[in-house]
């Protein structure tokens, strides 16, 4: 167990509550929910391995002109292209089958209409692909823009070019993926840790699996740094704060960039709960009591992926993920549990970025918002595989502010621009 080391300075802004106006809201969106129809279940779910990738509004196959560094993609007849995917930190890389080279977006642009094509594999900005479940198919979003891969002027055409452009459900922008020599069995999603205790699987798959028991407890009273690697070996830590919501609490653990903390559960009091200072992974972490946050973002860059994969958290009364850097949340397979809000892109920060949030497999029982973010600093929510009990808004919208003022509440629901999803991809129970 590293040697703890004295709280870190920083100290997290401040933060708002959810009011009676959400709640309002909330209820509102509740009722048309309550009539679409069941979500529609997705392909064979999607992991590590090799596929053929075929285009779901033309039947055409993703493909490259030449093995060459720079060629674009386009689409054409299926006649043996394979693409392999490889989990990285914020969703997966995808590479050439054939000669290796990683499917990536020009100079890492987050606009629409730029060029998806071959490059060399370095985990630059715009390699990192997450997969979001579209009814039968899949988007296939550049975590670092946020664009989803398209054909241009959504063509139906052999030859057709790749590239970026915002999600919709437009069916040239879904694709499929169909396992061809190492693909993931059709019945499961493979995920690749390393760790040093056996631990229950993070939820069921959806976050709806049942609440795991700890091994034991540790009284944990200054922060942990833990570097790039922490299990926890299914205890429960805590020892810091009041258990409250006052602000500036200190963190019970530190994750450096590119770090990963699992197996572990925190308990009240547990401060701020997880700062991950850059890109991070969470994983199988369940919080049994939420103080003043589950867990805190911060890197200032646009490329910072974090992913959230499994676990889940209980009686969070304000919110449960703060976003207070830029860069990509992914929470998946995940389940919460009597809280106001699970994500909150921070609307009156010191600074003021650009943050996007993936919701994949997400399970909500009496939680009032899923997801709350800036549309005017250009945030976008996305929603898949999304089951809620209760009265519960999938995506509010805010218009951020300097610090020192407070964010006001501009609109709900799906827009197709900032807060994206189908009434296939939520269910309501």
């Known amino acids: 167990m590293s040697t703890p080391v004295q709280p870190p300075t920083t100290r ?92 990536g977006v020009r100079d890492a642009s987050t606009s629409a209409g730029k060029v998806i094509e071959l490059q060399s594999c370095t985990g630059s900005a715009g390699q990192t692909w997450s997969l979001t479940e579209s009814g039968s198919a899949y988007r296939v979003v550049d975590t670092n823009g946020g664009k989803c891969m398209n054909l241009k002027d959504n063509s139906t055409s052999a030859g057709a070019l790749v590239q970026t452009n915002s999600c919709d459900s437009a069916s040239t922008k879904q694709w499929t993926f169909t396992p061809s020599g190492g693909g993931t069995n059709p019945t499961t999603t493979t995920t690749t840790t390393t760790t040093t205790t056996t631990s229950p699987p993070p939820g069921g798959g959806d976050g709806s699996g049942s609440w795991p028991s700890d091994t034991g407890s540790v009284h944990q009273t200054t922060t942990k740094d833990v570097g790039t690697f922490f299990d926890g070996g299914m205890k429960r830590y805590y020892g810091i704060g009041d258990g409250g919501q006052g602000e500036s609490q200190d963190p019970m653990f530190v994750v450096a960039n590119g770090g990963t903390i699992q197996n572990v559960f925190l308990d009240a009091p547990a401060g701020d ?66 809280s106001g809000k699970l994500y909150r892109a921070c609307g009156n920060c010191t600074n003021s970025y650009q943050r996007h949030v993936v919701l994949d497999g997400v399970t909500a029982r009496s939680t009032k918002v899923l997801a709350g973010i800036n549309t005017n600093w250009g945030d976008t929510a996305r929603f898949s595989r999304i089951t809620v009990y209760g009265s519960t808004s999938i995506c509010d919208k805010y218009k951020g502010v300097p610090k020192g003022s407070e964010p006001t509440k501009i609109g709900s629901g799906a827009d197709g621009v900032n807060c994206l999803y189908q009434p296939s991809d939520i269910t309501q129970k």
């Open 12 to 103: 997290a802004p401040r933060r708002w509550r959810v009011g009676l106006a959400a709640a309002a809201s909330a209820a509102a969106l509740v009722a048309t929910v309550a009539a679409w129809p069941i979500a529609s279940t997705a392909q064979a779910a999607v992991g590590a391995g090799t596929y053929a990738v075929t285009n779901a509004g033309s039947g055409l196959c993703l493909a490259a002109p030449s093995a060459d560094a720079g060629a674009q993609l386009q689409q054409s007849a299926c006649a043996g292209q394979r693409w392999t995917l490889t989990a990285v930190s914020g969703g997966f890389r995808i590479a050439s089958a054939a000669g290796g080279l990683c499917v």
């Open 273 to 338: 709960g997880i700062h991950c200072e850059g890109s991070c992974t969470i994983r199988n972490v369940w919080w049994n009591d939420v103080g003043e946050d589950a867990a805190t973002f911060l890197s200032s860059s646009s490329s910072a992926t974090y992913l959230v994969d499994g676990g889940g958290a209980k009686s969070a009364s304000d919110k449960v993920f703060q976003h207070n850097g830029a860069g990509t949340v992914t929470i998946r397979n995940f389940q919460v549990h009597s």
